[in-house]
């Protein structure tokens, strides 16, 4: 099983839509979970940290299940700035961070 | 703060050829990463230093070589550049362990003819 799996999408939405994401990850001594954010070719930058269950910030919810091991992102109101990859980021206090391949969002008028 | 820099932006080498790829970060962080991305690809680890003075290989550390300097600067070279190594290069940062956020640099765009 992979460190951590991610549907690749795309999933294609339109403007106002709903859309959730999930990453199972394997490592169950993972203590900590982050979502980043990745435009065309550009770095990855943080959306969101995960410690405990879950977390919210604005229109995004991330939740997390540590007996199913899998986090969960939710994005509430697409815009088209959303388009993006979403990369999941479980991280269990070693020196290397895990990535998935992340999931493509594309939000369409 | 500047954050993560890296040099070049972009670079076209030839088979064969050496370069060092240089990644220097500002916010006294302890660990450094260097990670490749292939297009559709996730971010795969090519080597990292967990301190100053120390450097473990990844997941794809052949043909990569790395050099921790200092607590700011971790360089990463390609002694015989090869098509295969043809990539976007990301440097990361991050205080302490793996708990925290990691920072990442704006990339390195290499292509290898």
């Known amino acids: 099983r992979k460190e951590v799996e991610q549907d690749p999408g795309p999933f294609n939405v339109p403007e106002g839509a709903t859309v959730a994401f999930n990453c199972t990850y394997s490592n169950s001594a993972s203590q900590s979970f982050f979502w980043y954010r990745q435009d065309c070719r550009k770095e990855p930058k943080l959306l969101m940290s995960v410690y405990s269950s879950g977390n919210e910030d604005g229109r995004f919810t991330a939740q997390l299940n540590r007996a199913s091991q899998y986090i969960s992102l939710l994005i509430r109101d697409s815009k088209l700035s959303d388009s993006a990859t979403y990369l999941c980021?479980?991280?269990?206090?070693?020196?290397?961070?895990?990535f998935g391949r992340g999931t493509s969002l594309i939000v369409h008028p | 703060n500047a954050g993560v820099t890296q040099t070049p932006k972009f670079q076209v080498l030839k088979t064969g050829q050496s370069m060092t790829l240089q990644c220097a970060q500002d916010m006294n962080h302890n660990s450094m990463y260097w990670y490749r991305q292939d297009p559709g690809m996730g971010l795969r680890l090519i080597y990292y230093s967990a301190s100053e003075g120390t450097t473990d290989k990844g997941e794809v550390p052949n043909g990569y070589n790395v050099s921790r300097l200092n607590k700011r600067e971790f360089s990463l070279r390609l002694e015989s550049a090869a098509p295969s190594q043809t990539s976007v290069y990301f440097c990361?940062?991050?205080?302490?362990?793996?708990?925290?956020?990691?920072?990442f640099g704006p990339g390195t765009r290499l292509t290898v003819l």
């Open positions: 980021v479980p991280s269990g206090g070693s020196y290397i961070p895990t």
């Open positions: 990361a940062s991050i205080q302490g362990a793996g708990y925290n956020e990691q920072f």
